[in-house]
């Protein structure tokens, strides 16, 4: 990544461009592990979750699908208005959605299904749409992202590649998680991924901001946000093959909050 690296506006996203360069091809390595982690954490459970958040979905409905088989009800919340008719095409199964079946097909073999059809990968991504709920708008910059009647409304939430993607400072990630994790009840449960040291990340030929954050900064951020000591897991994985998209690494977290 260039030292010269201009952050661009987010008048220049195209939802269109994400998914080529990151999804529309294979499930890349850093998803390959996103996936699994979230996977793994929900079996851990070993139970439904009523009602549940997927913050910040982006255009993308891989954690969604992932989730689904694990929760009574799923809510999506994004800032741009293009990623949300993206997440209601595909939710209305209308024919120009995007395709994600080789994600929900990496899903069912993370859960085990050594053999699985065509079929089966349909019912997955019906079963998703049956879940889905709500497909709201949102601001993580604002106290009550969703309005002060969901505070600590939710059981489970679930946040990948977001909060810090909305600004290279710090402090306003900081600021965002706080806002965030107000929505999930005390007890509730959370799996969340970042993008490692990055400044910045290209989509198109536009570079959007990254909070260059690290593990540390991370796991800090989660203990403030009300995560539960006992309970918090943050690991990182390398993926090299990201450098020239402007990072090398994940980081993966998961826990609980304090009752």
């Known amino acids: 990544m260039s030292a010269t690296l201009s952050i661009s506006p987010w008048e220049s996203w195209h939802p269109a461009s994400y998914f080529e360069d990151y999804f529309g091809?294979?499930?890349?390595?850093?998803?390959?592990?996103?996936?699994?982690?979230?996977?793994?954490?929900?079996?851990?459970?070993?139970?439904?979750?009523?009602?549940?958040?997927?913050?910040?979905?982006?255009?993308?409905?891989m954690r969604a699908i992932a989730a689904s088989d694990y929760v009574e009800s799923l809510d999506m919340a994004e800032?741009?208005?293009?990623?949300?008719?993206?997440?209601?095409?595909?939710?209305?199964?209308?024919?120009?959605?995007?395709?994600?079946?080789?994600?929900?097909?990496?899903?069912?073999?993370?859960?085990?299904?050594?053999?699985?059809?065509?079929?089966?990968?349909?019912?997955?991504?019906?079963?998703?749409?049956?879940?889905?709920?709500?497909?709201?708008?949102?601001?993580?910059h604002d106290r009550f992202p969703l309005g002060k009647q969901r505070l600590a409304s939710y059981d489970l939430l679930i946040s990948s590649f977001c909060l810090d993607c909305l600004s290279p400072c710090k402090d306003t990630w900081r600021k965002c998680m706080r806002n965030v994790f107000g929505l999930l009840k005390?007890?509730?449960?959370?799996?969340?991924?970042?993008?490692?040291?990055?400044?910045?990340?290209?989509?198109?030929d536009h570079w959007f901001?990254?909070?260059?954050?690290?593990?540390?900064?991370?796991?800090?951020?989660?203990?403030?946000?009300?995560?539960?000591?006992?309970?918090?897991?943050?690991?990182e994985c390398d993926v090299p093959d990201h450098a020239n998209q402007g990072y090398q690494g994940i980081l993966l977290a998961c826990g609980e909050t304090l009752v």
Not at 26 to 37: G, K, L, N, T, W
Not at 196 to 203: A, F, N, P, T
């Open 79 to 140: 800032w741009l208005e293009d990623n949300l008719q993206q997440i209601s095409r595909w939710a209305a199964n209308e024919p120009e959605a995007d395709d994600w079946s080789p994600f929900t097909e990496y899903i069912l073999s993370c859960e085990g299904r050594d053999m699985f059809s065509h079929a089966d990968v349909l019912a997955r991504e019906q079963q998703t749409r049956r879940v889905l709920s709500e497909i709201m708008q949102t601001n993580a």
């Open 25 to 61: 091809r294979h499930v890349a390595p850093d998803e390959q592990a996103a996936i699994r982690f979230q996977v793994e954490f929900l079996q851990r459970k070993k139970h439904k979750f009523a009602h549940a958040l997927e913050y910040g979905c982006g255009p993308t409905l």
């Open 186 to 204: 005390p007890g509730g449960s959370f799996t969340m991924m970042a993008l490692r040291d990055c400044k910045g990340y290209l989509v198109g």
């Open 209 to 235: 901001p990254g909070a260059n954050i690290s593990r540390m900064d991370l796991e800090s951020a989660l203990l403030l946000c009300g995560a539960d000591p006992a309970t918090l897991k943050v690991t």
